[in-house]
Nanobody, 115 residues
C-alpha cells in the first residue's frame, strides 16, 4: 500500500507563491507517474500537472507558465511550485501516484488565495 501525504497549503494573497509537497511511501516512487489535481466544492477534479518517471511534464491550461511540477526521487517527494497565484486557484489540491492501472491519492491540502 502506497501512502501519499501533501503539505504546504495555506492562505496567500493574490500574486503570491506557495510550494506544495507530496511525500510518498514505498520503494517504487521513481517508477510512478505523479500528478497534482485540484477540486473545488461541487466541481469535478481537474488536472493541474503531471510528471512521468522520465520527467516529462504536462500542465493544465489554466496554470501554464505559473506553476512548475518537479520530483526528487531520492526523497520520494513531488513538488508543485505555484507562482502568480489568483483567487481562482483556491482549491483543495491532491497528489496522485500511478503505475499502469494502479493509482493512489493523497488526502488533499487546502490552498486559499485571498486578500
Amino acid at each position: 500500500q502506497v501512502q501519499l501525504v501533501e503539505s504546504g497549503g495555506g492562505l496567500v494573497q493574490p500574486g503570491g507563491s506557495l510550494r506544495l509537497s507530496c511525500a510518498t511511501s514505498g520503494s517504487f516512487f521513481n517508477h510512478y507517474t505523479m500528478g497534482w489535481y485540484r477540486q473545488a466544492p461541487g466541481k469535478q477534479r481537474e488536472l493541474v500537472a503531471t510528471i512521468t518517471s522520465t520527467n516529462s511534464t504536462r500542465y493544465g491550461d489554466s496554470v501554464k507558465g505559473r506553476f512548475t511540477i518537479s520530483r526528487d526521487n531520492a526523497k520520494n517527494t513531488m513538488y508543485l511550485q505555484m507562482n502568480s497565484l489568483k483567487p481562482e486557484d483556491t482549491n483543495v489540491y491532491y497528489c496522485k501516484a500511478n503505475f499502469g492501472p494502479v493509482y493512489y491519492w493523497g488526502q488533499g491540502t487546502q490552498v486559499t488565495v485571498s486578500s
